[in-house]
């Protein structure tokens, strides 16, 4: 479909509409309707449009800027304090020109704004008729900047100290060896194991995010025994020192087929899991069951699916902090770890194309609750 407008803009007004490839209107579109703001120039450099996004980002009246030229209406200067209309010359220059990239300028007072221009001509190497200028606010990107210094200052602050213990220990037990006892030596070299398995999970973690960020997390799917998965974490915390009679699981048979990545739902268990035990109290209920996809469901709503219900008896969650629970960074009220695991375990789920929900569980504490379709892969189907 091509994109034009049927009428020119008008100064204060300027209704423009869309055209399809045959020239028919297919969607009435007014500039103040738009999200970004929207400044349009006419053949002789003067505003003729200036939408109301424009005066909210710019904080120039439109009333100001309309009729006047570019370079007084909107006057815009580089990082390095060139004024950019000046130097970029739309209206000069080479003849197949077609606008200007994003870029970062700066208004008068120092206000930065991100703006793309394109260069309209009625045929390809003719004179400018109108240079469409569009202009975002900085602050989404200057949040997602904002939130990935804070991912390497975290991560970096949480390699320090394993990091710091494992130098400190080689360098002890390599200068003095003959001096330690066997059992001394056990335990120092434990220390060392289990820092580097920290530093490992911490690696894992950072390239899990930028693997969802970047929409690249792979998954292997094959068959998966959840109940047994389930099982397994449960007598891991067994193994270390919990309680049997802290878990109770529940699995409610028959299970349909499940397929997915048996090493990235390990990861959903475990961390899901060890917030429990770490964070709750009393007993950790566990509820394996088929289930159905809610209304609401990214795909296929209705279809089948696996839903696993991790609950404590513990304070749970405040309701103000529901809605942060899988955003980065965000901890309980009891400090430690990155924040980082249900961010992970809210991207592993969604890229299996199922969900996950938290609330209040029947004793008070907090629960989680994902669903996993269940439906092979086409290619076995």
Do not use: C
């Amino acid at each position: 479909m091509a994109v034009g407008t049927s009428k020119p803009l008008e100064a204060g007004s300027g209704a423009a509409t869309m055209e399809s490839a045959g020239g028919e209107d297919v969607l009435g579109l007014l500039p103040d309707e738009l999200p970004d703001g929207l400044v349009v120039a006419d053949e002789s450099g003067r505003i003729i449009g200036f939408n109301l996004a424009a005066a909210r980002i710019t904080a120039i009246p439109r009333d100001e800027a309309l009729g006047r030229p570019l370079e007084v209406g909107l006057p815009l200067e580089d990082l390095e304090g060139r004024r950019w209309w000046q130097v970029t010359d739309p209206y000069g220059g080479l003849a197949t020109r077609v606008g200007q990239p994003e870029r970062n300028l700066l208004l008068p007072g120092g206000r930065e704004v991100l703006v793309t221009a394109r260069y309209i001509r009625h045929h390809q190497t003719g004179p400018v008729r109108r240079v469409v200028i569009s202009l975002r606010d900085t602050e989404a990107r200057r949040r997602t900047e904002r939130s990935h210094a804070e991912l390497i200052a975290t991560v970096s602050h949480e390699l320090r100290s394993p990091l710091t213990s494992v130098k400190g220990f080689t360098a002890t037990l390599l200068a003095k060896w003959e001096r330690f006892t066997d059992d001394q030596k056990k335990l120092m070299l434990e220390t060392v194991d289990a820092d580097a398995d920290r530093v490992t999970r911490l690696i894992t973690e950072l390239l899990d995010i930028s693997r969802i960020d970047a929409g690249r997390l792979e998954l292997r799917r094959q068959p998966v025994d959840i109940a047994a998965a389930v099982g397994r974490h449960v007598q891991a915390h067994i193994a270390t020192g919990q309680s049997p009679d802290r878990f109770f699981v529940r699995v409610s048979r028959p299970l349909p087929d499940l397929w997915g990545d048996p090493d990235k739902i390990d990861q959903v268990l475990s961390n899901l899991l060890e917030n429990a035990v770490r964070h709750g109290e009393g007993t950790v209920t566990i509820d394996i069951r088929p289930a159905t996809a809610p209304p609401t469901a990214p795909r296929e709503p209705g279809a089948p699916v696996t839903a696993v219900t991790v609950a404590d008896e513990g304070p749970g969650i405040p309701e103000e902090s529901m809605n942060r629970v899988f955003t980065r960074f965000w901890r309980g009220s009891k400090r430690g770890g990155t924040g980082l695991g249900l961010y992970i375990v809210k991207g592993i789920v969604e890229v299996h194309g199922g969900g996950i929900t938290v609330g209040r569980g029947p004793e008070g504490g907090a629960e989680f609750r994902f669903t996993l379709p269940v439906a092979a892969p086409s290619y076995l189907a």
